[in-house]
């Protein structure tokens, strides 16, 4: 999947433009990196397009993932995309339902493994079955 349709698929799922799709994405996958071990990002960072690198830092400088719950991830990309948690957590489920399609069934598992069970809500919908996933 390329950038532009990955963030036209956000903007589609979360019923915003393209331009703020782009601003909600890159919140989410910065919180969602900071969620990540360091090896893990870098194994996300390589299924997806080059323009999201950036949201990701690939190039973490601790293996280390930071502990937080689903509550501190949505007030983290409410922050970081300036919106509310409503919006947020729209974001999020968005992201987390276009990453399903972009990226390999087993990086996506591999992603999933990190959450802890509160993350359930944000992420669940992405794992409902999907039609046949485009490369």
């Not at 969602?32 to 990701?56: H, N, Y």
């Not at 502990?67 to 919106?83: H, L, M, P």
């Not at 399609?101 to 509160?118: K, Y």
């Amino acid at each position: 999947m390329d950038h532009h349709t990955f963030v036209a698929r956000v903007a589609r799922l979360t019923g915003t433009a393209e331009d703020r799709a782009a601003t909600l994405t890159a919140a989410t996958l910065e919180t969602l990196a900071e969620r990540m071990t360091g090896g893990e990002v870098l194994d996300l960072a390589a299924q997806l397009p080059k323009p999201l690198w950036g949201a990701l830092r690939p190039h973490p400088h601790t293996e280390a993932a930071e502990r937080f719950g689903a509550g501190e991830f949505v007030a983290r990309v409410a922050r970081r995309a300036d919106c509310d948690e409503n919006t947020a957590r729209t974001a999020a489920r968005a992201v987390f339902a276009t990453l399903r399609e972009a990226i390999s069934g087993g990086e996506f598992a591999d992603v999933v493994v990190q959450l802890p069970r509160d993350y359930r809500d944000m992420v669940e919908p992405a794992l409902a079955p999907t039609p046949a996933r485009r490369r």
